[in-house]
């Protein structure tokens, strides 16, 4: 079972980090960005304590709004948020042809909603590579709760340097996570020398779209809330990822922002004018009750200090995050389907 209740929301707050360092974290965390004074290239250098102090901060506030998988999915009218999730995810392993008895990779797994739904629908073994200590401890939980912790394990390691031989998955995936990577050409090497010749990576990625002016003021404004608010060192052009795998070797089978024929726009979930009953905590009445839950907890010291703020640049990246939406600037659902081939 997912840690929904309020007080499992309080104690997982701060994740690994130490509860008295929480503010101080949220204090490192917020001066990477720009609303802060921070930078581009200071994100990248320091990608790894930037991502893995955003993932220990909001851990908690994911798994209470959106359970056990943490992204987006293109929508159906008359399909619920949870079905959409699982839907995009079954995409994936079609797209991907994954047989039972693969050996599959899940590159920044989260706490694994993904890989578990995917190890049960396609009768398969997934591994999910995470940097991120807590997500892990949590999706081994989950995973043992699940009875899929024969078949799928975590590793925790970087996805710039994974310890893994070549050649080794007969299918790789990556679910809104290497957006994370400093260098998307660095990210997708790794998974081609990872992935054996002849076999499929497939991912959905989050990109600024074609519409995105970098002279834009409103551009500049939204792309910057949606990395303070997501943890990311620069959101990427659609036309840099698809470079990027080429770069690395991959042919690129398709592509498509599928966010562009969405019945339901993919933001819906987050948007101030919508309300829904079943994702009732990611709307902006669900938001605002949990912010003054956390204010309450923090208050009497069952939340850390610190938690408030959290929340706080969670709520700026909802804004972002439909705004860039709305506008068509942003997409979190950039799908490619790469193969390697079978001489690399
Ligand atoms: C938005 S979450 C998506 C999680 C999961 N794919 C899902 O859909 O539920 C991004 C994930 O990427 C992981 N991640 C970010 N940077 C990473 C890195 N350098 N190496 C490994 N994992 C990373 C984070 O820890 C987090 O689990």
Known sequence: MSKTGALDLATGLG????????????????????????????????????????????????????????HFAPRWKNESLRESIKRHEHFLALQ????????????????????REIARFSSSSVTGLNNNEYQITRGKELNRLAGVDQTCDFVKADFMKMPFPDNFYDAVYAIEATCHAPDAFGCYREIYRVLKPGQYFAAYEWCMTDGFDPQ??????IKAEIE???????????????????????????????????????YLPLDKTHFSFS???LTAVGRLITKNMVKALEY????????????????KAAEGLVEGGRREIFTPLFFFLARKPLDG
């Not at 994740?15 to 994100?43: N, P, T, W």
């Not at 959101?235 to 398709?254: D, M, N, P, S, Y």
Request: glycine residues 12%; charged residues 30%.
């Open 15 to 70: 994740g690994k980090i130490d509860k008295s360092d929480v503010l101080s974290a949220v204090d490192r965390y917020e001066k990477y960005h720009e609303f802060h004074g921070g930078q581009e290239q200071g994100r990248k250098d320091n990608y790894t304590d930037m991502v893995n102090k955003y993932y220990d901060l909001v851990t908690s506030f994911y798994e209470f709004g959106w359970g056990e998988s943490f």
């Open 96 to 115: 991907l042809g994954i047989k039972p008895g693969y050996k599959v990779l899940d590159v920044g797994c989260g706490i694994g909603g993904p890989l």
């Open 216 to 221: 834009n003021k409103d551009h500049q404004k």
């Open 228 to 266: 303070i608010g997501d943890g990311l060192p620069d959101i990427r052009l659609t036309t840099q990822c698809i470079e990027a795998l080429e770069k690395a070797g991959f042919e690129v089978i398709w592509d498509k922002d599928l966010a562009k024929d969405s019945p339901l726009p993919w």
């Open 279 to 281: 994702s009732f905590r």
């Open 300 to 315: 009497v010291g069952l939340a850390p200090k610190g938690s408030q703020r959290v929340q706080d640049f969670l709520e």
